[in-house]
């Protein structure tokens, strides 16, 4: 469902997982919950209700992903070999409803899809050789000088829908990337 970078420990964790990890422990498992427990929990997600408009921004996210779509996008075009499939979306949007449930809130917002746009997506965009060379990543590269466009929700083609695009312009945290 998603691909989350992790970095590594510091130092200062490192050593304490060692140190615990190769002595002697007496360990007591306990259930956090079980099987039931999670199959409700599911069934709590699913049941959260997204608007046409959040679903079909997540989908827009997607189908701009793959080069040559229609209205396809230049840069997608110039440096993407193949981009997401359906269950993308589908992830964007249960993602979106199990965010909104983790948040407090009974309903998807533009906000949960953009969250979880570049953990959903980030995997499944495959770079052609061009953006490999060019060293084109999926995300904003770590010292936040280079930005791809290709997680950037306001370089989409729903963004010329101006319904969407002025709601989803409020919540003040679709352009990430500098300059565009």
């Known amino acids: ?15 304490q997982v060692v140190q615990q990890t190769t002595s002697v422990q007496d360990i007591k498992f306990e259930y956090a ?3 039931e427990n999670i199959r409700s929990f599911q069934k709590l997600v699913r049941q959260v209700p997204v608007s046409q408009a959040v679903s079909q921004y997540a989908l827009s996210l997607v189908r701009s992903s793959r080069p040559d779509a229609q209205n396809g996008l230049d840069f997608v075009n110039d440096w993407v070999a193949y981009g997401a499939s359906t269950r993308a979306a589908q992830y964007l949007v249960l993602g979106g409803k199990a965010r909104a449930l983790v948040n407090g809130r009974y309903h998807v917002d533009f906000d949960d899809i953009v969250q979880l746009a570049r953990p959903v997506l980030r995997h499944r965009i495959l770079r052609n050789f061009h953006a490999e060379s060019e060293k084109i990543s999926t995300d904003m590269a770590s010292n936040g000088e280079r930005c791809s466009p290709l997680m950037n929700p306001s370089t ?21 990337c500098p300059g565009i």
Do not use: V
Request: proline share 3%.
């Open 156 to 176: 989409t083609p729903w963004a010329t829908n101006s319904r969407l695009s002025m709601r989803a312009s409020t919540s003040g945290s679709i352009n990430r």
């Open 1 to 15: 469902m998603f691909e989350i970078i992790i970095d590594y420990l510091s130092e200062e964790e490192e050593l």
């Open 33 to 35: 919950m079980n099987g």
